[in-house]
Nanobody, 121 residues
Framework: QVQLVESGGGLVQPGGSLRLSCAAS????????MAWYRQASGKQREFVAV???????SYADSLKGRFTISRDNAKNTMWLQMNSLKPEDTAVYYC???????????????WGQGTQVIVSS
């Protein structure tokens, strides 16, 4: 009923940039928060950034200044601009959203399938 699809991942050299996208579709009345998480091989999934419908943002301390999150409420789309990428940024990046499917329904949390980012020379 609610689908999140990430795109934009790939291989990039250290110091390079990538822009990830997350498109939400299906039964959507409103989306309160959209967020990015990532999971490196052998590690736990970690928070990257979040943005609410009013544009309020928050970032993981280690990433603040390099990554920028944004969204278009009308298009149900979110982006993550990643600059000055480092090898330690290599991970599968996941889209997360808090969605109200219909006017009378409760909010639910949904996840995308992830997109791979590899930072290597």
């Amino acid at each position: 009923q609610v689908q999140l699809v990430e795109s934009g991942g790939g291989l990039v050299q250290p110091g390079g940039s990538l822009r990830l996208s997350c498109a939400a579709s299906g039964s959507i009345f409103s989306i309160y928060a959209m967020a990015w998480y990532r999971q490196a091989s052998g590690k736990q999934r970690e928070f990257v950034a979040v943005i609410t419908s009013d544009g309020s943002t928050s970032y993981a301390d280690s990433l603040k200044g390099r990554f920028t999150i944004s969204r278009d409420n009308a298009k149900n789309t979110m982006w993550l601009q990643m600059n000055s990428l480092k090898p330690e940024d290599t991970a599968v990046y996941y889209c997360n959203a808090n969605v109200r499917p219909t006017k009378g329904s409760n909010y639910g949390t949904y996840w995308g399938q992830g997109t791979q980012v590899i930072v290597s020379s």
